[in-house]
């Protein structure tokens, strides 16, 4: 009976916890979903991580990193609300435990930098309704356990004790996904992307040169499709920005500040330019880049009009959820494509993509260039701000350094005698690509035909007639940019400016 009575009281803890997280999140739907417990609770986390464990995160899971995250965080409330449960059986303790976390959530909440005065309700109320629960179901279970085990009373007992934690536990899940629906519903960020209609950019993409694609099978497209598209952030609640209500503040070491409203970006002289982006957490070989068809306003102009200061040399650009990303000032004024982008392949920014409007500027890594929901740009200095990653020991400037990888035959892949065609791409965004080599099994370095090149913002293909012979291989690519330097073989990580070495596979001839 002590076991099961046990047993119960962990049952109805993880039931208290999934109802108080479920109507925290409905509250949160109505507030604001990134003031859900586990949500913020999250993004103290991220905010916090060592860069080790950052980067150990992204190595290991990738674009899942997030998911990872989350389900962390899920299987501790889980382990933590069952605990309480043990411990409300012998006293109160339980409930002061539910009443603990719940106001440790609401803090993060409330501290993060787009809080309201109303963050912190969600966590507040969802943890009372949780204490409230979990003291009903613990009753039930200890007027089942003083029952004698033999009579119908305890029977009726039991039996009434596991509909109310079944109960408990289906309408917190209920309610969760009530809320993720009221969120994403009345925050209007879907419905105002749906509703709108990309402008015709003043200066549309030049067409594509015939044969930037190679067409060797089992390539990553030219373009990469929006679905497909990596995205490494550190939102965990996407945010849900209407495209109506978002506006740009531009100041700092400015002559005067200047304020950008979306009718203003969308009435400008928008350009539509085929943009290569890459993470600089992409190991050799990786596959953290893609290429989109992104059509934005320039940030030059923008700028311009605001008067940069002559002793500034960054500009921090800040996510609407507090990201933040330091980017040096003549990469925006050199007269590259540098822009803020509303549209990715022929239709608005997906919501994960930064939706209504993000940055993107050839040439430099995402992590000191490419923010998402970006609401404000601050002309600085490096010896006076630094961005997100900068204190986490990544430099604080992020150039693209030059690479390759091989798409075609996938590492340790099987292919028979013959000629086999090696294919992938190359990259050196802003300094583009004049050559390829590929070499087997430690020999002399051969040419590599080039695809055409779109421009010196995007990748290129390349593919190689190799005459295959039985036996195991080992394959090396580098990559030639524009400013005829050969992408080194030293081999180094990601952390702190990018990684390099030649990428290498192997592969076996039938």
């Known amino acids: 009976m002590n076991t099961n009575r046990r047993l119960l009281a962990a049952g109805a803890g993880l039931a208290s916890g999934v109802f108080a997280l479920g109507l925290a999140q409905v509250i949160a739907g109505l507030v604001s ?28 899971f990738g674009t899942h990193d997030k998911v990872a995250l989350l389900t962390v965080a899920y299987l501790v409330a889980a382990l933590l609300s069952a605990l309480a449960g043990l411990l409300a059986l012998r006293g109160r303790a339980g409930t002061w435990l539910v009443l603990a976390l719940g106001a440790v959530a609401a803090l993060a909440a409330a501290t993060r930098p787009e809080s309201t005065a109303l963050a912190a309700l969600p966590s507040l109320i969802g943890a009372a309704a949780g204490m409230f629960v979990l003291q009903r179901l613990v009753v039930m279970i200890r007027e089942w356990g003083r029952a004698d085990p033999d009579t119908a009373a305890a029977l009726i007992a039991g039996r009434r004790t596991v509909i109310g934690l079944g109960s408990v536990l289906a309408v917190g899940i209920a309610t969760g996904a009530l809320g993720n629906w009221l969120g994403a519903r009345l925050r209007g960020a879907t419905a105002s992307r749906d509703a709108l209609k990309l402008p015709v950019p003043a200066d549309p993409a030049p067409a594509w040169p015939s044969g930037v694609e190679v067409g060797v099978k089992g390539m990553e497209p030219f373009l990469t499709p929006n679905d497909d598209f990596y995205r490494i952030d550190t939102a965990l609640s996407v945010p849900l920005l209407t495209a109506e209500d978002w506006s740009l503040r531009i100041h700092g070491l400015v002559e005067r500040e200047v304020t950008l409203t979306w009718a203003e970006l969308v009435a400008g002289d928008l350009v539509e330019r085929d943009l290569t982006l890459m993470c600089v957490s992409n190991e050799i070989g990786g596959d953290l880049t893609g290429t989109a068809r992104w059509i934005g306003l320039p940030i030059q102009p923008l700028l311009e009009r605001a008067g940069v200061g002559k002793d500034a040399d960054m500009v921090l650009s800040t996510s609407s959820d507090g990201w933040t990303a330091s980017t040096p000032v003549e990469t925006l004024t050199d007269g590259r494509d540098a822009i803020l982008a509303i549209g990715m392949n022929g239709e608005p920014l997906p919501l994960e993509h930064g939706f ?20 404000d740009l601050e002309v600085t200095r490096f010896d006076r701000a630094e961005g997100y990653w900068t204190p986490r020991g990544w430099s604080e400037r992020g150039p693209v350094k030059t690479g390759s990888r091989i798409d075609v035959p996938g590492n340790g892949e099987k292919v028979d005698p013959g000629t086999v065609t090696l294919a992938g791409i190359a990259w050196a965004e ?27 913002d995007t990748w290129r293909q390349w593919y190689f007639a190799w005459n295959a012979v039985k036996g195991s291989h080992e394959i090396q690519v580098r990559a030639t940019d524009g400013d005829n330097a050969v992408q080194t073989g030293d081999e ?19």
């Open 430 to 456: 802003h300094r583009g690509i004049t050559g390829v080599e590929v070499r087997v099994d430690g020999g002399a370095w051969q040419k590599a035909t080039l695809g055409a090149e779109d421009s010196v």
């Open 492 to 510: 180094a990580p990601p952390a702190p400016d990018g990684a390099t070495g030649w990428h290498t596979i192997s592969v076996t001839v039938r």
């Open 33 to 60: 979903p990134s003031s859900a417990p586990i949500v913020a609770l999250g993004d103290v986390v991220v905010a916090n991580v060592p860069a080790w464990l950052k980067n150990f995160a992204v190595s290991t």
């Open 356 to 375: 209504p409007v993000r940055m993107i500027v050839p040439g430099l890594y995402g992590y000191v260039s490419a923010t998402k929901w970006v609401v």
